[in-house]
């Protein structure tokens, strides 16, 4: 069966692909000339796919496309095309005041946030609204994660009504062994 595409390359073409296989600081530039000299080669697109590890055959298609069109200088501003974060700077400086201040603070009944909570905050401040997994992603960009934080003393009135429960006991254990309930919240890392 005859080939779908004439997959062959100019010296030059071939000179430039080996000085950019063998000299290339940039892996992902790398990965895309050698696609282009296997091709080049006689190797089936869908091995090339699979010694590249690339998900799919038809961004190797994309690549050699954009080679033919662009040459060299195609594939080193190859993106990819995929939804852009909704996430700009404003929301980034946002979430990050958000997390300056406890969520009770904002009229939440917690003590810490959640990424559910963090989410729907932003939401309802910005009006960008994204998939928690999406959300996630951006904390883990971002630097932030989820950590334990060491609970709020008592208030004056809870400490009261310890008292008056111990009271009760005849033997109470001393007040300084109950802790407050530690809680977990996003905090940016240090």
């Known amino acids: 069966m005859p080939k779908l595409f004439d997959y ?6 071939e000179a430039q692909l080996a000085i950019t296989i063998l000299r290339s600081k940039r892996p992902e530039l790398t990965k895309r000339a050698r696609a282009i000299w296997l091709l080049h080669e006689g190797v089936p697109v869908r091995e090339v796919a699979a010694t590249l590890e690339v998900s799919s055959r038809t961004t190797i ?6 080679f ?26 946002i979430l990050h005041l958000a997390l300056s201040v406890e969520p009770s603070a904002l009229g939440y009944k917690q003590d810490g ?9 932003l939401e309802q401040e910005t009006g960008i609204s994204m998939s928690d997994r999406r959300f996630r992603d ?33 033997f109470p254990p001393p007040l300084s062994s109950f802790k407050p309930k530690p809680y977990y919240t996003w905090k940016p890392k240090k």
């Open 138 to 170: 951006l904390l883990r960009r971002l630097n932030i994660r989820y950590e334990r934080s060491p609970g709020r003393p008592f208030s004056a009135a809870k400490l009261e009504a310890l008292e008056d429960q111990l009271r009760r006991y005849r």
């Open 8 to 13: 062959s390359l100019t010296d030059a073409q």
């Open 113 to 121: 946030w959640t990424s559910k909570a963090l989410r729907h905050h």
């Open 68 to 93: 033919q069109e662009s040459g060299l200088e195609g594939l080193i501003s190859y993106r990819p095309r995929g939804r852009p974060y909704a996430a700009n700077a404003d929301y980034c400086e």
């Open 61 to 66: 298609y994309a690549w050699w496309r954009i």
